[in-house]
């Protein structure tokens, strides 16, 4: 399948995955929403046969007394059985239309763009329609059967387009970033209009926070490109060529500019262009094809085809062309029926999209790529940095800086500030408000450095690096206190604690290396005491098997002591007298073990010679 002219037309980025366990998983997940067999099957079908077709390519035939005509080759008889349709009947909705009912071949050329047309609506309605089976099956709560549509409550996922600009940009360019622009519209008033909205309820003075406000983009765009866009597209004779120069009369020079170059720089594409300044910089649009991919004419010949599909699915995506196909083409522009065309359909989805969004709770996940080579471990700084701009999150870091970036409620200020004063402070506003002054006084701080609102404690970006820099200075000085409480307590457990927290605050130095040092000492002599213990249950008497038990448990506590004189030999705070310490004790402990061990095996032999003799 990968050979497939459909599956290649971008080429591979990274060699494909394994398909058939795909496909088993897509397979499993619809079953899993409740999608009955015979719609898996049709859903199926039609890909295979959508496939199919796309492999179809036309060759010119001549016509005595009218133009070139083209005929099918190269189709598999599975591309009509899998889309429910005569291979003639196929064929035909390819190399010819009908004008004013009379029968006009199709060239090669055109015949391959109702192909494509045909096999990109199938697949597009196709693609909605399983969207549809995913929202009936996500959406049926059968424990509220009255339950309406606008009161179910759902977890929605946006990935949203990112901004595109490249050497050349078409329709489909302009319409991402016309996507852009409306939802970074919403992003810009969900983060900077809720921050002020915040300020303004913790009854805080609002900081400037000035930021590109794309208003201007996004109209210029809905009543301007796309509404001149759409009106060319009506018009029968409409083209490229008048859409831009209906566009140069209607430009500002600001938002909107008409495409001036030279020869030098791109002369060729004067009368041919356009510009639009978007929130992430200049692009330039060449409206090449921009007329006919926004009619993205659906040939009428192969909707009807399909429509009267055996494969029960296929009818169903295009029973609504038969309908108007029916009412006839006057009637239709009397009832003003022209088909919706691509932008106006977008922009209608777009808005959807947006009241949705803005109805709910949202959370914003940014993401940026490391490079532009899906490769692991490489970092592009300018890539980065693009992204980053493109995205407006500068602007929020920037507003945010000019704020109070840092909030804690009363109690989480008060728990984490409160030590670096001695006095005790109440866990609400006037204890906040009390250790604020304080704080402000002995750090020298400005006086909106730190304000207090009705809920929470807000902090500049100075203010918060002065205070956490005063609490670190008091954590590691407390720290190294309990380091030197806990070496001399001599107990092990405190004094392991002790290091943990010394070393999570990134603390060194003399009286660390010697805490660590003291841990492993205790640690040794706790391994050794308890070989010593051990040791002093042998008795004159004992038999071969209790031997052997003493025998373990002591191996067991002589290897823990040695572990830990091996980790103190490799540490760089190891003091040398401790090593040398460990290597002479546990010189004569082995000898006293090695001494069981001959012990067990004269047991054994006795053992052995008393079982010979009976």
Known sequence: ADDRRLLNLGGWTHPPRDQPDDFQETLRSMRALSVDEAMIKDISSTLKGILAVGEAHFESVEI???????????VSSEASKNL?????????????????????????????????????????????????????????????????????????????????????????????????????AHFNNFVFETEAKLYTQEDIPVPPTAYVDNAGVVASLEDGVLRLLDEECALRRGSDQQFVAKLDRVSDGDVLAPYRGTARTGGELVGRAFIISHFAGKVTYTTDGFVAKNRDALPDAGASTLAASSNPLVASLFSTNVAVERKGARAARRGNRRRECVAKAFGKSLRELTRTVESTRPQFVRCVKPNADQAPASWRGALVLEQLRYMGLLQVVEARRR????????????????????????????????????????????????????????????????????????????????????????????????????????????????????????????????????????????????????????SVCLDEAARVAQAETTAAWAMAADIDTFKQILRRLRRKLRKLEDRCKAAQSLEKAGNYVM
Request: hydrophobic share 45%; charged share 30%; with cysteine.
């Open 403 to 554: 704020g109070y970036p840092r909030r804690y409620s009363y109690d989480a200020f008060l728990k984490r500030f409160g030590k670096l004063c001695e006095m005790a402070h109440s866990p609400n506003r006037e204890g906040a408000v009390c250790l604020v002054d304080a704080l402000a006084s002995s750090l020298s701080l400005e006086r909106d450095a730190i304000v207090v609102g009705r809920t929470k404690v807000f902090l500049r970006a100075r203010a918060e690096a002065l205070i956490e820099g005063a609490r670190d200075k008091a954590l590691r000085k407390s720290a190294l206190k309990e380091l030197e409480t806990a070496i001399e307590m001599e107990n092990v457990d405190a004094l392991e604690a002790a290091v943990a927290i010394a070393t999570e605050l990134r603390l060194d130095g003399s009286v660390l290396d010697r805490a660590r040092s003291r841990v492993a000492v205790l640690r040794f002599r706790k391994h050794t005491s308890s070989f010593k213990e051990v040791m002093k249950a042998i008795l004159p008497d004992m038999g071969r098997d209790v031997l052997q038990d003493i025998h373990r448990n002591a």
């Open 84 to 184: 429910g349709v005569a291979s003639d009947d196929l064929a035909e909705a390819f190399v010819a239309r009908r004008v004013a009912g009379v029968r006009v071949p199709n060239s090669s050329k055109q015949a391959e763009d109702a192909r494509d047309g045909l096999l990109k609506a199938l697949y597009a309605r196709l693609f909605d329609k399983i969207v549809a089976l995913v929202n009936s099956a996500l959406g049926d709560d059968s424990s509220k059967p009255n339950m309406g549509k606008d009161e179910r409550l759902f977890v929605g996922l946006l990935d949203i387009f990112g901004f595109e600009s490249f050497a050349s940009n078409s329709l489909e360019q302009l319409l991402i970033n016309y996507a852009n622009e409306r939802l970074q």
């Open 64 to 74: 005595p007394g009218q133009d070139a005509g083209s005929r099918m080759a190269n």
